[in-house]
């Protein structure tokens, strides 16, 4: 069925570098969803993206949606500790269901 | 709102014995979902139900059964539990209308082990 690659599947990082957390499928997907899940708890939506070639931010956080849509992205720009979690992608190309990527675990040296 | 609930929050039981796992929402939303999370490797859709009166088998079925009693429940049961079902189980709920799907909105997990 249906795949999105995620990598990496850790990254450690100083406080206050950057952090970028790949979603590759190798078909066109519809739309990419990205949640957040914090240590001990349960994944929280962020963000959907539809169009090709889209990018949407959120303060810190910059979204992009591929020109084939076949590929996302999320950026950080100078990680602070309260960033620290992991980070899914999900296609949501079949219907009603969604495929979930494995995830990058991002954690902040302060 | 309390949005997606989910009990219990932690069960320990041993191999053979059954239990069901109880999710409810109050966001009127039409589908639903029920996950598994095993350390380093994500999500993976155990069942989902698309509307009241349906359900329809996800990634990993085997071992598990569902039923959608009403818009608001969805309950996963294990009939027979395995010390392979030892996992995170997260229900979650989404509103869909026709083939665009919005965010889904998850409870705080239930903690599974088996012995």
């Known amino acids: 069925g249906q795949q999105v690659m995620q990598i990496p599947q850790y990254q450690h990082v100083q406080e206050g570098e950057d952090f970028t957390t790949y979603c590759n499928s190798s078909?066109?997907?519809?739309?990419i969803q990205w949640y957040k899940q914090r240590p001990g708890g349960h994944p929280v939506f962020l963000i959907q993206?539809?169009?090709?070639?889209e990018v949407k931010k959120q303060k810190r956080l910059t979204f992009q949606f591929g020109e084939a849509k076949k590929n996302s992205s999320l950026h950080i720009t100078a990680t602070q500790t309260t960033d620290v979690g992991t980070y899914f992608c999900?296609?949501?190309?079949?219907?009603?269901?969604?495929?979930f990527g494995d995830g990058t675990t991002l954690t902040v040296k302060p | 709102n309390a949005g997606v609930t989910q009990t219990p929050k932690f069960q320990v039981l041993k191999t053979g014995q059954s239990m069901t796992l109880q999710c409810a929402q109050d966001?009127?939303?039409?589908?639903m979902y029920w996950y598994r999370q095993d350390p380093g490797m994500g999500l993976r859709l155990i069942y989902y139900?698309?509307?009241?009166?349906?359900?329809d088998k996800g990634e990993v079925p085997n071992g598990y059964n569902v039923s959608r009693l009403n818009k608001r429940e969805f309950s996963l049961r294990l009939e027979s539990a395995a010390p392979s079902q030892t996992s995170v189980y997260f229900c979650?709920?989404?509103?869909?209308?026709?083939?665009?799907?919005?965010?889904?909105?998850f409870g705080p997990g239930t903690r599974l082990t088996v012995t």
């Open positions: 999900a296609d949501n190309t079949n219907a009603g269901k969604s495929t």
């Open positions: 139900s698309a509307s009241e009166g349906t359900t």
């Open positions: 966001m009127n939303h039409n589908s």
């Open positions: 993206l539809v169009k090709s070639g």
């Open positions: 078909t066109t997907l519809s739309n």
């Open positions: 979650a709920s989404r509103r869909t209308s026709g083939v665009l799907s919005y965010e889904q909105y």
